[in-house]
């Protein structure tokens, strides 16, 4: 029995949620294990477009069992919102497919205020963070302060925490000259939701086990990307959780040993969302055209994806640090049309030549990328599902990036639908 986390190898949007979609028709169970509503995952199925930020990817798909985490920072509105969206997209939620972690976090309305004042006064300074409260939350739960779902259950301890949680919020508030944040009006509208929440939530370890002990095969499912990784990523310009594999362990409640396979996504180029060092970036047509044909837009605020050529070293990087088995490759058809293809092989740092990304961020906006050409192949690969009728250039360049990077490319994709994937190697069956 195999079971597998899916992580994404870059700066994030590599195309999780199409690939988790993909592998969950062989999984029983699908765990969001860290990260909030800034994820944003879209799945095509037969040309309908289901966009998800909390639920893991496997809910769209009949008798799989999809768990949020305890990793997981909740928006118990955002969920809600969610739920009723993706209903109304026909998809079955209810209590025998969707289970929320008792202990998860919840990112409360003054969470995401907080995230927005800070992000408004830091002006150049800033983060560019998608303002879903996720720092402000993740910093409350290491703080020992924060509101977790099972406090939902009783008035009397809701009322408790949330007096310990503003004291805190609302010192900082009037530092700032904020209004302090009232707690008799969100305790009534939490109280007002909690049923609905309350009512998924269990203690997820247990679930796990006894999962475990049915042989049930589990996927996990990250959200962001190495790159935002609060100790690995590009610091300070990350998110606020542990996106590396290992994660998926203590944000579920399991050993490490529960995972036997790390599947890293990896777009055939690079895109970031938000501020930060992005050596490889094109602020020219040929970025444009590649924000264009890969539809570079994010899913969560709408803004436009910085987009770039594709970084070697970087990915060869995150490959080391997160333990990555394999890699699925994503969106090879956005390079269809280039006349040539770059990939970026090492840098250059103050005249000296550098093998990976230097830790401190002022020598990360510095480096200077050095490429290696491949030729474009100029013809269509869209929907291509067979590696043997991919042209060779295209597949020349998969080969150099497989074997720069130093890790098996075990999967191709070729559209945004979920069938249009070239399989090369089952990430279950290894
Ligand atoms: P995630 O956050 O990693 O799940 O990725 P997003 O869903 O935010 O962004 C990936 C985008 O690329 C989505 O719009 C997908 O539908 C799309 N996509 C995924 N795989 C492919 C592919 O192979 N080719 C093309 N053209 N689009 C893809
Ligand atoms: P998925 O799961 C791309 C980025 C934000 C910002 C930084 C911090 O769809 O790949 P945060 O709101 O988390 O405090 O913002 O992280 N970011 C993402 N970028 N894809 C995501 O998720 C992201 N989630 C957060 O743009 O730069
Ligand atoms: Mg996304």
Redesign the pocket.
Known sequence: MKNVVVI?SQ????G??KIVDWLSDQADVVIRFQ??H????TLVIDGKVYKLRLLPSGIVRKNKISIIGNGVVVDPWALLEEIKNIREQGVEVNQDNLIISESANLILPFHKEM?EIREDVAGKGK??????G??PAYEDKVGRRSIRVMDLRSESNLDKRLENVLFHHNAIRKGLGKKTFEKNKLKKDLLMIAPEILKFSQPVWLKIDEFKKKNKKILFE????IL?DVDHGTYP????SNTVAAAAATGSGCGPNTINYVLGITKAYTT?????PFPTELADNTGEALGKRGKEF????S?K?RCGWFDGVLVRQTIKISGINGIALTKLDVLDKLDEIKMCIHYELNGKKIDYLPAASEDQFKVKPIYKTFPGWKTTTKGVRDINKLPKKARNYILAVEDFIGAKIVSISTSPEREDTILLENPFDL
């Open positions: 994404g700066w994030g949007d590599e999780k949620g990260g909030g800034n994820a944003g995952h995230d983060i560019g963070t998608t303002r879903r996720i720092g990250g959200a962001q990307g935002l310009y990350v998110t606020s970031r969302v938000g501020e930060g994010g899913t969560v605020t803004r994806r």
